[in-house]
Protein backbone atom coordinates (compact mmCIF):
# COMPACT_ATOMS: atom_id res chain seq x y z
CA UNK A 1 0.00 0.00 0.00
CA UNK A 2 2.71 2.50 0.96
CA UNK A 3 6.51 2.48 -0.40
CA UNK A 4 8.45 4.16 2.29
CA UNK A 5 8.61 4.34 6.02
CA UNK A 6 9.69 8.12 7.51
CA UNK A 7 10.57 8.18 10.95
CA UNK A 8 11.57 11.69 12.41
CA UNK A 9 11.92 13.23 16.28
CA UNK A 10 8.24 13.84 16.88
CA UNK A 11 6.05 11.31 13.55
CA UNK A 12 6.36 8.52 11.85
CA UNK A 13 4.91 8.60 8.28
CA UNK A 14 3.90 5.91 5.65
CA UNK A 15 4.36 7.97 1.85
CA UNK A 16 4.48 6.97 -1.95
CA UNK A 17 6.96 8.92 -2.68
CA UNK A 18 9.60 10.72 -0.66
CA UNK A 19 11.86 13.52 -2.13
CA UNK A 20 14.93 14.93 -0.14
CA UNK A 21 16.94 17.97 -0.32
CA UNK A 22 20.22 18.57 2.21
CA UNK A 23 20.01 22.57 2.87
CA UNK A 24 23.37 23.67 3.54
CA UNK A 25 22.51 27.14 2.81
CA UNK A 26 21.19 27.18 6.43
CA UNK A 27 23.21 27.41 10.17
CA UNK A 28 22.80 24.77 11.12
CA UNK A 29 22.39 22.87 7.74
CA UNK A 30 18.98 20.96 8.06
CA UNK A 31 17.04 18.51 5.85
CA UNK A 32 13.69 19.50 3.27
CA UNK A 33 11.78 16.18 3.16
CA UNK A 34 8.63 16.26 0.43
CA UNK A 35 6.42 13.53 1.08
CA UNK A 36 3.24 13.08 -1.52
CA UNK A 37 0.50 10.56 -0.74
CA UNK A 38 1.35 10.41 3.17
CA UNK A 39 -0.43 8.41 6.39
CA UNK A 40 1.01 11.16 9.03
CA UNK A 41 0.78 9.27 12.82
CA UNK A 42 1.00 12.24 15.11
CA UNK A 43 -1.79 11.81 18.57
CA UNK A 44 -2.49 15.67 18.30
CA UNK A 45 -3.44 15.53 14.88
CA UNK A 46 -6.85 15.20 14.12
CA UNK A 47 -6.18 13.94 10.06
CA UNK A 48 -4.50 11.44 9.17
CA UNK A 49 -3.92 11.04 5.54
CA UNK A 50 -2.38 14.03 3.38
CA UNK A 51 -1.56 14.46 -0.58
CA UNK A 52 1.44 16.86 0.21
CA UNK A 53 3.51 17.47 3.15
CA UNK A 54 6.72 19.49 3.45
CA UNK A 55 9.27 19.39 6.55
CA UNK A 56 12.25 20.72 7.63
CA UNK A 57 14.31 18.39 9.66
CA UNK A 58 17.78 17.65 11.50
CA UNK A 59 17.23 14.02 11.66
CA UNK A 60 14.99 11.67 9.62
CA UNK A 61 15.20 7.74 8.58
CA UNK A 62 14.18 6.93 5.81
CA UNK A 63 13.17 2.86 4.54
CA UNK A 64 11.89 1.50 1.55
CA UNK A 65 9.27 -1.10 1.72
CA UNK A 66 9.38 -4.45 0.43
CA UNK A 67 7.07 -4.92 -2.80
CA UNK A 68 4.71 -7.47 -2.03
CA UNK A 69 2.93 -9.52 -4.39
CA UNK A 70 -0.75 -9.84 -4.18
Do not use: G
Request: aromatic share 10%; proline share 4%; glycine share 0%.
Amino acid sequence: MFSYVIETERRFYLANEVQLTVRSDTTPACIELELRDAWVWDMYRPARSCLRARRHLRDVNIERLPEQEL
